[in-house]
């Protein structure tokens, strides 16, 4: 699809009071029922459009929006139902990149958020034509257009021209516009999943008289679960199900439902969605599976066409405990006990397992949703939604799939600032090679991409459902650990071994103990403890003494976290001493992060009241307790540092890199692999620095081409070259040290007379100086977006595999993490006394590459390897681009899947 048959296509948005239309490009057919909008509008608010009370004027303004398609315009509707609800504009001027916009809202219609979202969408499609600026006129007293221009977000700049405004409004996307168009998207977004989650009247449609039907166990649930709203019942064979009133039909109720709750046949499932829209139902919960795709398609355009949110098909239903209402739209064996934690899965057992484990951890849940197959409602409503509902203060999710995962991140972003945000990093594969992929598309598996986006979000990833609530029961319950500095503390050595092994292998330190805090442990511990840590404070310990250890540590400014290892022993039992008391008898709420780990505990983690108030995380083996640790640990971590920014990059030649690679693919419009011509061409717009090379496609010209590019040591490197040549080495293509015409002679002619039929020519370069060989990379993830990758280089890239990956655009903090983090970090600040390389420009060649991928999207691969980095400098050695004739896609659009 091009961009302009995707800019055509149409697509649904929630407006501000959450209910849906659609926008879409302006038709010839349309020009009645544009008339119908501007007849509609009253003379004060023609006056104000056209600045006379003119319906000739209107008549004209919707002949021009439905006359032929034409260069530099653009009018995009907005309707709900088939009722033209907004009309926005633009027109090219005179002025390069500048276009003229106009917009109109039906009569009674403003304040709902109808001109903004028409605006939002006619700015990314005036971005992608190339134009960077709106003017608009407006009369002075036009106080909320004005206003509209003003909460976009964008630069905008008025001057007088007498009774009239002249705005110019800056296309360019900042954080600015971005956070406005977020939280414009969050309101909608919270208002829409109300009739969802805050309904005052619910039907059951399908619920049957036969026991175990899935329809009837839903209603079961909510007429249990003390539902304080109205339900209803829709089965056209009975009058009362489960003392439930029940009608023939959606259409019979006597009252219109906010949700209905669909449990019919999947042939069914479109039909009875259709009645529920005509009779005016806002939200539906779908738990029938099994549907084809042309069932599927018709339920979601139901849906759109009749403004409801969807949750599902094939979904277990969704709860909400507050009191006010109780509701359990579910078919879970057990109602969900009321908290604070917010709770979104895909798999229903999922949901059962996680609804049950936090029962048993006493924490409960504030709402819960099973998206099952996600046609509609995502994670990223839910996390909007715990954001503002003041209960939640604990987010878990388990998501198979990311409809919008740049959408995602930004939100998770900002929610996990305010609470924990938990996920299950479900769907991980074994990292595969794929035959004829560059390095960058070998080392990008979905696993690293998904983990990527997880640590930029701050979000908290585990492994499975188990994890997910041990670091839940920790990061609920206490203060965020300011290092990763443990003391354990045992009265069993054995198990403080374990336990300190544990911590190690999850990254935690365990630091020496300060002669001043050994000398205070030792006066409070029996005779024959060790103060070192592990702290063994033997089977003798008193609980009291045994406080009194925890409490010193908890307060020293060395220690950030004390872990308590404890064992059933006799010596405590005889004594009639209870050592967990230790930790839950406090006298006052502890600064540090303390936890226990208790040997003989059957479940892997409870949470332990304490007595002036809160609770301890209580742990079953001291594996739970260290990675639960690690976890807090890094959350902590990540919300210490700021958020991080993106920044200017001087020297960026964006509109020649497009037309590079326009040009490129014009030539190649099925796409492929650059030639180093097109490679360098490519990176110069960008100033990434390349080893100085020259093409040469004969023997006379290598040999010229070594000439000019010898160095002082007169060594030379030559490479061949043919479309589809990834791995150099493996096919013995690169000639390296040659010195003298000879040498360059015999080293092309090898390349004829083993590569004949392939080559097309040689790269000729002077030999590099000595330096780190290093890797970086960038894959386009059609639904991530680009991924930026780094690590060790040269030809064991792969087979070390000693990467790390973020997704573009990248922040200075993204860049950090990515120098950071792979194996091979020592070496480039100076380990073995060498010296730290050139940081500064290593950093400056990341964002220059993300910067390239962010602007590109035809670019699917690219392949920096080596990348050679020494203390004077950063270079790249050796380039491969893929292109494919992809088109730009706003992540940010404001618009429902």
């Known amino acids: 699809m091009t961009h302009d048959e995707r800019s055509r296509a149409p697509v649904h948005a929630l407006l501000a009071d959450g209910t849906t239309t659609c926008v879409r490009t302006v038709r010839t057919d349309d020009r009645a029922a544009l008339l119908r909008l501007y007849e509609g509008m009253s003379a004060e608010n023609l006056r104000l459009r056209f600045f006379a009370a003119s319906r000739r004027s209107a008549a004209q303004a919707a002949d021009r929006a439905c006359a032929a398609p034409r260069p530099g315009y653009r009018a995009l509707l907005a309707e709900t139902t088939g009722q033209v609800i907004g009309l926005a504009e633009y027109e090219r001027t005179d002025e390069p990149g500048t276009a003229e916009i106009s917009l109109a809202v039906a009569e009674g219609l403003h304040h709902r958020g109808i001109g903004t979202l028409l605006l939002e969408h006619l700015v990314s499609a005036a971005r992608a034509d190339g134009i960077t600026a709106f003017t608009a006129d407006a009369l002075a007293e036009n106080h909320e257009m004005l206003k509209v221009f003003a909460d976009l977000g964008l630069r905008t700049a008025r001057r007088f021209t007498g009774p009239e405004l002249r705005c110019t409004i800056q296309l360019e996307e900042d954080e600015t516009y971005l956070t406005a168009v977020e939280e414009r998207g969050g309101t909608a977004d919270v208002a829409s999943l109300r009739p969802l989650l805050r309904p005052d009247v619910i039907a059951v449609v399908g619920a049957g008289r036969k026991a175990g039907s899935v329809g009837r166990a839903v209603l079961r649930n909510l007429r249990t679960g003390g539902f304080t709203r109205q339900l209803f019942a829709v089965n056209p064979h009975v009058s009362s199900l489960m003392s439930v009133p029940s009608y023939p039909s959606v259409a019979a109720l006597p009252q219109v439902p906010d949700l209905a709750v669909l449990a019919v046949p999947a042939p069914a499932l479109a039909a009875t969605a259709e009645e529920c829209g005509k009779a005016g139902v806002r939200a539906l919960v779908s738990v029938t599976a099994g549907l084809d795709g042309a069932q599927a398609r018709a339920l979601l355009a139901t849906c759109r066409t009749y403004g409801m949110r969807l949750v599902g098909p094939n979904c277990l239903g969704i709860a909400n405990t507050d009191e006010a209402l109780s509701l359990d739209a579910t078919f879970a064996a057990r109602h969900p006990h009321a908290g604070t934690t917010g709770v979104a899965v895909q798999s229903g057992g999922v949901g059962i397992a996680l609804l049950d484990g936090l029962s048993h951890l006493g924490l409960g849940i504030s709402s819960f949703a099973s998206l099952g197959d996600?046609?509609?409602?995502?994670?990223?409503?839910?996390?909007?939604?715990?954001?503002?509902?003041?209960?939640?203060?604990?987010?878990?999710?388990?998501?198979?799939?990311?409809?919008?995962?740049?959408?995602?991140?930004?939100?998770?972003?900002?929610?996990?600032?305010?609470?924990?945000?938990?996920?299950?990093?479900?769907?991980?594969?074994?990292?595969?090679?794929?035959?004829?992929?560059?390095?960058?598309?070998?080392?990008?598996?979905?696993?690293?991409?998904?983990?990527?986006?997880?640590?930029?979000?701050?979000?908290?990833?585990?492994?499975?459902?188990?994890?997910?609530?041990?670091?839940?029961?920790?990061?609920?319950?206490?203060?965020?650990?300011?290092?990763?500095?443990?003391?354990?503390?045992?009265?069993?050595?054995?198990?403080?071994?374990?336990?300190?092994?544990?911590?190690?292998?999850?990254?935690?330190?365990?630091?020496?103990?300060?002669?001043?805090?050994?000398?205070?442990?030792?006066?409070?511990?029996?005779?024959?403890?060790?103060?070192?840590?592990?702290?063994?404070?033997?089977?003798?310990?008193?609980?009291?003494?045994?406080?009194?250890?925890?409490?010193?540590?908890?307060?020293?400014?060395?220690?950030?976290?004390?872990?308590?290892?404890?064992?059933?022993?006799?010596?405590?039992?005889?004594?009639?001493?209870?050592?967990?008391?230790?930790?839950?008898?406090?006298?006052?709420?502890?600064?540090?992060?303390?936890?226990?780990?208790?040997?003989?505990?059957?479940?892997?983690?409870?949470?332990?009241?304490?007595?002036?108030?809160?609770?301890?995380?209580?742990?079953?083996?001291?594996?739970?307790?260290?990675?639960?640790?690690?976890?807090?640990?890094?959350?902590?971590?990540?919300?210490?540092?700021?958020?991080?920014?993106?920044?200017?990059?001087?020297?960026?030649?964006?509109?020649?890199?497009?037309?590079?690679?326009?040009?490129?693919?014009?030539?190649?419009?099925?796409?492929?692999?650059?030639?180093?011509?097109?490679?360098?061409?490519?990176?110069?717009?960008?100033?990434?620095?390349?080893?100085?090379?020259?093409?040469?496609?004969?023997?006379?010209?290598?040999?010229?081409?070594?000439?000019?590019?010898?160095?002082?040591?007169?060594?030379?490197?030559?490479?061949?070259?043919?479309?589809?040549?990834?791995?150099?080495?493996?096919?013995?293509?690169?000639?390296?040290?040659?010195?003298?015409?000879?040498?360059?002679?015999?080293?092309?002619?090898?390349?004829?007379?083993?590569?004949?039929?392939?080559?097309?020519?040689?790269?000729?370069?002077?030999?590099?100086?000595?330096?780190?060989?290093?890797?970086?990379?960038?894959?386009?993830?059609?639904?991530?977006?680009?991924?930026?990758?780094?690590?060790?280089?040269?030809?064991?890239?792969?087979?070390?595999?000693?990467?790390?990956?973020?997704?573009?655009?990248?922040?200075?903090?993204?860049?950090?993490?990515?120098?950071?983090?792979?194996?091979?970090?020592?070496?480039?600040?100076?380990?073995?006394?060498?010296?730290?390389?050139?940081?500064?420009?290593?950093?400056?060649?990341?964002?220059?590459?993300?910067?390239?991928?962010?602007?590109?999207?035809?670019?699917?691969?690219?392949?920096?390897?080596?990348?050679?980095?020494?203390?004077?400098?950063?270079?790249?050695?050796?380039?491969?681009?893929?292109?494919?004739?992809?088109?730009?896609?706003?992540?940010?659009?404001?618009?429902?899947?």
């Open 374 to 897: 996600k046609y509609d409602v995502s994670g990223n409503d839910l996390l909007q939604w715990w954001e503002r509902d003041g209960v939640t203060d604990l987010a878990l999710l388990h998501l198979e799939s990311f409809g919008n995962p740049r959408a995602f991140s930004r939100t998770a972003r900002r929610v996990t600032r305010r609470m924990p945000v938990l996920t299950v990093d479900a769907g991980r594969t074994a990292a595969g090679r794929r035959a004829a992929a560059s390095h960058s598309a070998a080392a990008a598996t979905r696993t690293m991409t998904r983990q990527a986006l997880f640590t930029q979000a701050g979000v908290t990833a585990t492994r499975t459902v188990g994890e997910l609530l041990e670091a839940a029961a920790l990061l609920h319950s206490q203060p965020a650990p300011a290092g990763n500095r443990v003391v354990i503390v045992t009265n069993a050595g054995g198990a403080g071994v374990l336990a300190a092994d544990a911590c190690a292998e999850a990254g935690l330190a365990l630091p020496s103990l300060p002669v001043d805090l050994v000398d205070a442990l030792v006066t409070v511990l029996p005779e024959g403890a060790s103060a070192a840590n592990p702290v063994d404070a033997t089977a003798a310990v008193t609980e009291a003494q045994l406080r009194n250890c925890v409490d010193r540590l908890a307060g020293h400014s060395g220690v950030d976290a004390v872990l308590l290892v404890l064992v059933p022993t006799a010596v405590a039992a005889a004594t009639g001493d209870d050592l967990v008391r230790a930790l839950t008898h406090a006298p006052g709420r502890r600064s540090r992060t303390v936890a226990a780990v208790r040997l003989d505990q059957a479940l892997p983690v409870r949470l332990l009241p304490v007595t002036a108030g809160g609770s301890v995380p209580s742990f079953g083996d001291p594996q739970a307790a260290a990675r639960a640790l690690a976890h807090a640990v890094r959350r902590a971590r990540w919300l210490s540092r700021p958020p991080g920014s993106v920044p200017d990059l001087a020297g960026v030649e964006t509109s020649r890199a497009q037309a590079v690679a326009e040009t490129w693919l014009a030539g190649q419009p099925e796409g492929g692999w650059l030639d180093p011509r097109a490679c360098a061409e490519l990176l110069g717009c960008y100033g990434i620095p390349q080893l100085p090379w020259a093409w040469a496609e004969t023997e006379e010209a290598a040999v010229a081409a070594a000439e000019r590019l010898r160095g002082p040591d007169g060594r030379i490197v030559m490479k061949a070259h043919w479309p589809g040549l990834l791995h150099k080495s493996e096919q013995r293509a690169i000639h390296l040290d040659l010195q003298g015409d000879a040498q360059v002679r015999a080293a092309f002619r090898d390349f004829e007379t083993r590569f004949a039929g392939l080559l097309t020519g040689v790269v000729v370069q002077p030999l590099a100086e000595r330096g780190t060989e290093l890797f970086a990379g960038v894959v386009q993830d059609e639904v991530f977006g680009p991924l930026v990758l780094f690590g060790l280089g040269g030809t064991a890239t792969e087979l070390l595999a000693d990467h790390a990956a973020r997704l573009a655009p990248l922040t200075d903090a993204d860049v950090h993490d990515l120098i950071t983090a792979p194996r091979c970090a020592p070496l480039l600040f100076g380990h073995g006394g060498s010296g730290p390389v050139d940081l500064e420009g290593l950093e400056q060649l990341l964002h220059r590459l993300s910067r390239l991928a962010r602007d590109l999207p035809q670019l699917a691969e690219a392949d920096l390897n080596p990348v050679l980095a020494w203390p004077g400098g950063v270079t790249a050695l050796d380039v491969r681009v893929r292109l494919l004739p992809r088109t730009a896609h706003d992540p940010y659009l404001r618009r429902l899947r």
